[in-house]
């Protein structure tokens, strides 16, 4: 999908900047060279005196720092503390108890439901029906709050126009060639809160995917693809609805050297295999 635009594809809008720190070497100075006529210089040995009166101090230091410590008051985290397990675990919450044609209705008024809403979302802003032009306005009424669906709907027409159509080799319908297969489906990775509110909340979708075109002859071959999906999300007609969304490049692992399927064996599974709806 689009590179260029931040409503929908594969991969769009601008990449991560790159994570990462300065290393250190720690370089250790040679021990004096010895007399290879004589014996080495030994370090004089301090009198007893002396270690006893520094011993003392270092103990009675000790001392005050222990009784100063209070077992009740929290450290504080470092910027390297990894999450606590429960952002990541799943909940174990039923996501949603309906519907709406394809997409899912009825997320729990809360994190937990925001979160699920986002991730269900996502696949359906970058699946292969929202370039379909009359499946992409039904999505967008289902998904968006109602004072931005008009808005959402010419930016999406724009977006996926007769150029972006053309080059993924799809007519004016968004339908692949006679003998080819349009491929887009989502994989959500995991979500996490931004900020969260009972009337507003955003989050990110980190997300995997397949995208392209498979088939005999495809000039856009099906081709693996990593992004994050940031969606603000606003408490509507007893729902989580959308009110924006954009797209990053990444978060994505190194890729193995697994062989590759055919075209054949790629348009195969999309067919075959169902998607999901995703909890939190």
């Not at 519907?99 to 008024?109: L, M, R, V």
């Not at 606003?234 to 697994?258: C, I, L, M, S, Y």
Request: charged share 20%; net charge neutral; proline share 7%.
């Amino acid at each position: 999908m689009s590179n260029d635009d931040q409503y929908g594809g594969g991969a769009g809008g601008s990449g991560y900047g790159e994570i990462g720190g300065t290393g250190q070497t720690r370089t250790r100075l040679p021990d004096s060279p010895s007399d290879q006529y004589g014996p080495p210089r030994r370090t004089p040995r301090a009198s007893r005196g002396l270690v006893t009166v520094v011993g003392v101090v270092v103990l009675l230091i000790a001392a005050i720092a222990f009784a100063n410590q209070s077992g009740d008051s929290p450290s504080t985290p470092t910027p390297n503390t990894p999450p606590p397990p429960a952002s990541t675990a799943a909940t174990g919450t039923r996501p949603v108890d309906g519907k709406n044609g394809a997409i899912p209705k009825g997320f729990a008024h809360d994190e937990q439901g925001a979160q699920s809403a986002a991730a269900n979302y996502a696949v359906s802003l970058v699946s292969a029906d929202i370039l379909k032009p009359q499946m992409r306005r039904q999505i967008v009424r289902q998904v968006f709050v109602a004072d931005k669906v008009s808005e959402l709907e010419t930016r999406l027409d724009q977006a996926y126009g007769k150029a972006f159509l053309d080059q993924a080799g799809l007519d004016a319908n968004g339908n692949a060639a006679q003998g080819l297969t349009y491929i887009s489906r989502t994989v959500p990775v995991g979500s996490k809160t931004i900020k969260y509110s009972d009337s507003t909340t955003t989050i990110d979708v980190w997300c995997t995917g397949a995208f392209g075109t498979a088939g005999v002859g495809s000039t856009n071959p099906v081709s693996n693809d990593w992004f994050t999906m940031t969606l603000t999300l606003r408490w509507a007609e007893n729902d989580w609805k959308v009110e924006n969304f954009a797209q990053k490049d990444g978060p994505a692992p190194v890729h193995t050297d697994r062989t590759a399927s055919t075209a054949e064996e790629i348009a195969k599974a999309a067919t075959e295999f169902g998607g999901f709806t995703y909890a939190r």
